[in-house]
């Protein structure tokens, strides 16, 4: 078993970083303005869900080999930079759909879960960063090393859900009080679609490794 220093390090530093404002942030604070709390919240919920496999992954060995490729890094990266631009069009294409309900979400909750989970499941540098920073708090004489991994994986998953969720429900706070203006909401809408569109392009331009 992880010794609880360890675990609370871990935890303190998950904090640090997650709070700052990052690719997730932007997505559910994108989310949120475009469609409501509901949607910011179920976004987060999947985004969690769809960064599983790359903490199974790394806790079996996997996520070095994936970290270590370019081209698999590259394509994973490619391909999620441009699913977030697809959202952010259709984030756009759809912000005059909200007026009549600051809370109506564009599709039902599975739909706004499996999106979230694709952006997390295309998120390499979620894969990058359990290979780099997992490891560091590990104990190999506490027991198997696969098993810490796993639980310091889903510790800071718990940790992205709690942070994430007050990212998203602040931004859909504010975007209630834009809705008394129904074309403060409708530009709010497409801000957030412009957020995500500007967040794809940002990960698609980043350098291959980062």
């Keep these: 078993m992880i010794p609880v220093d360890n675990l609370l390090a871990f935890a303190l530093a998950s904090v640090l970083l997650i709070v700052i404002p990052g690719p997730s942030v932007l ?73 009549p309900s600051v809370e109506r979400a ?41 098993a810490q991994l796993l639980l310091l994986g889903l510790v800071f998953q718990v940790i992205a859900l709690v942070c994430d969720s007050t990212w998203g429900l602040a931004a859909g706070t504010a975007r209630l009080w834009f809705a008394r203006s129904p074309h403060r909401l409708s530009t709010l809408s497409g801000a957030g679609g412009v957020m995500m569109i500007g967040l794809g392009g940002t990960l698609a331009l980043s350098g291959s490794k980062s």
């Design 106 to 146: 564009p599709a039902s909750d599975w739909a706004l879960l499996r999106q979230g989970m694709i952006v997390g499941l295309t998120n390499p540098k979620i894969i990058a960063f359990f290979v780099a920073v997992l490891p560091q708090f590990v104990e190999p004489s506490a027991g198997p090393v696969w």
């Design 27 to 99: 997505f559910v604070v994108g989310r949120s303005l475009a469609y409501g709390r509901r949607a910011a919240v179920l976004s987060v919920v999947g985004n969690a869900l769809g960064t599983v496999p790359a903490v199974v992954a790394v806790a079996c060995g996997v996520g070095a080999v994936v970290a270590s490729s370019v081209v698999a890094f590259t394509i994973i990266k490619i391909a999620g930079a441009v699913y977030l631009v697809w959202l952010g069009i259709q984030a756009i294409r759809s912000r005059e759909a909200h007026l």
